[in-house]
């Protein structure tokens, strides 16, 4: 099995058709086509159903997807390395992490960094999801809320604060902190239950032996953020506001609501080593980001 096949294939599924796959690798569509069908052969699978309009992976083509991915991916992987180290550089890495870490946080460290930097390339995924996404080769480590299975290596990376954001004229925009006895009488705007924030707020509540009504339940930040700067609530989130909001950090009678992230590998990967200092660079700046709320 040719790397160089897995990629036509790839290009059949991401474009959705042979004729526009020959396009983009720059082979003709006959031997695109012949050629995938050698990939069938020697897999022992049929990969596509073929019919009238777009190719369709079948239940066989789906599975073989995400190896074919991690193959490709493990194959670039392996040639950038082999060009840094020629020239002396740092293992190119690429991190897989929630959306609002990488706003507020990955791509922060990315600058701080500079030139000797090893950080490339991020990935967004769900906070559920990165550990999956990791797995399966999409990244080199991955930055979550929670401490992954114990097949992968981590490292706490530091403790995000969580806050309470209003518009200016809300009655609690002037004080310094808002209590967790607030949130559970006020008009909240919260995350969905798949998001690190929406847990540790619940998590909280419960430990506490308080409940809350949410106003308004979103999936997007930057739409809880939009709600509260409306008028309609006050949201309650990791991020950095937004639409001039004013965030306060929320007081738990142990200390501030706060998120964990934690930085995970496979402690197999040939570069665990450059990815454990990189982590450890990471800490350090989290610490600095962190340290004046805490």
């Given at each position: 099995m040719e790397l160089r096949v897995l990629e036509y294939f790839l290009s059949v599924v991401d474009l959705g058709s042979v004729t526009a796959a020959?396009?983009?690798?720059?082979?003709?569509?006959?031997?695109?086509?012949?050629?995938?069908?050698?990939?069938?052969?020697?897999?022992?699978?049929t990969l596509f159903r073929r019919g009238e309009g777009a190719l369709r992976l079948t239940p066989a083509g789906r599975a073989f997807l995400p190896v074919a991915r991690d193959l490709i991916a493990r194959s670039r992987l392996a040639k950038d390395t082999a060009r840094s180290m020629a020239s002396g550089a740092g293992v190119p890495l690429t991190v897989i992490a929630p959306p609002t870490t990488v706003t507020d946080v990955v791509a922060p460290f990315v600058v701080a960094s500079g030139p000797p930097g090893q950080i490339v390339?991020?990935?967004?995924?769900?906070?559920?999801?990165?550990?999956?996404?990791?797995?399966?080769?999409?990244?080199?480590?991955?930055?979550?809320?929670?401490?992954?299975?114990?097949?992968?290596?981590?490292?706490?990376?530091?403790?995000?604060?969580?806050?309470?954001?209003?518009?200016?004229?809300?009655?609690?925009?002037?004080?310094?902190?808002?209590?967790?006895?607030?949130?559970?009488?006020?008009?909240?705007?919260?995350?969905?239950?798949?998001?690190?924030?929406?847990?540790v707020l619940d998590e909280a509540a419960a430990k506490a032996g308080l409940g809350y009504d949410a106003a308004y339940v979103a999936r997007a930040p930057a739409v809880a953020q939009a709600l509260a700067a409306a008028g309609k609530g006050v949201c309650i989130l990791s991020d950095d506001p937004r639409f001039g909001l004013r965030s306060l950090p929320i007081r738990l009678t142990d200390g501030l609501l706060h998120v964990t992230l934690f930085g995970a590998w496979d402690p197999t990967h040939y570069a665990a080593s450059q990815i454990r200092a990189c982590l450890d660079e990471l800490a350090e700046f989290c610490r600095g980001l962190f340290a004046a709320v805490h």
């Open positions: 020959s396009q983009e690798v720059h082979v003709t569509q006959p031997s695109l086509s012949r050629q995938i069908r050698q990939l069938e052969h020697e897999l022992g699978l390339d991020v990935v967004e995924a769900s906070p559920h999801g990165v550990y999956t996404a990791l797995a399966i080769g999409q990244a080199d480590f991955a930055i979550g809320t929670r401490p992954p299975g114990s097949d992968l290596e981590y490292t706490v990376l530091g403790q995000a604060p969580v806050w309470a954001q209003m518009a200016p004229g809300h009655p609690w925009a002037d004080r310094d902190h808002v209590d967790l006895t607030d949130i559970s009488t006020g008009r909240v705007i919260v995350m969905d239950e798949l998001h690190g924030v929406r847990r």
